[in-house]
């Protein structure tokens, strides 16, 4: 069975940075796409970023408010999955899950995850 533990979430002044970690067990880390999802108070969970598996080419994706200032990366070695998060907003705010995919290649539906871990909260200050 698959776990996914997230680290990294805080308290940040906008225009700040942070950086979450996703560590998966299990042997299967290298071989599926990974996602970020957010979640803010009142609204629904939603697309951040993903990444596909390495050997592919390790394409990537986001959603268009986060382009540009996210970075989505993975270390097969580690198991893990990392989201770097600069020029933060009060925006952004929100309970960050990581997620495992299903499939190889990047997807920005929720369906497409099988896997999912408790999230960070990540609360940038104005």
């Known amino acids: 069975q698959v776990q996914l533990v997230e680290s990294g979430g805080g308290l940040v002044q906008a225009g700040g940075s942070l950086r979450l970690s996703c560590v998966a067990s299990?042997?299967?880390?290298?071989?599926?796409?990974m996602g970020w999802f957010r979640q803010a108070p009142g609204k629904e969970r939603e697309f951040v970023a993903t990444?596909?598996?390495?050997?592919?080419?390790?394409?990537?994706y986001y959603a268009d408010s986060v382009k540009g200032r996210f970075t989505i990366s993975r270390d097969n070695a580690k198991n893990t999955v990392y989201l770097q998060m600069n020029s933060l907003k009060p925006e952004d705010t929100a309970v960050y899950y990581c997620?495992?995919?299903?499939?190889?290649?990047?997807?920005?539906?929720?369906?497409?995850?099988?896997?999912w871990g408790q999230g960070t909260q990540v609360t940038v200050s104005s």
């Open positions: 990444i596909a598996i390495t050997w592919s080419g390790g394409r990537t």
């Open positions: 299990g042997r299967t880390f290298s071989s599926a796409a």
């Open positions: 997620a495992k995919g299903a499939y190889s290649g990047t997807s920005m539906a929720e369906r497409d995850y099988n896997v």
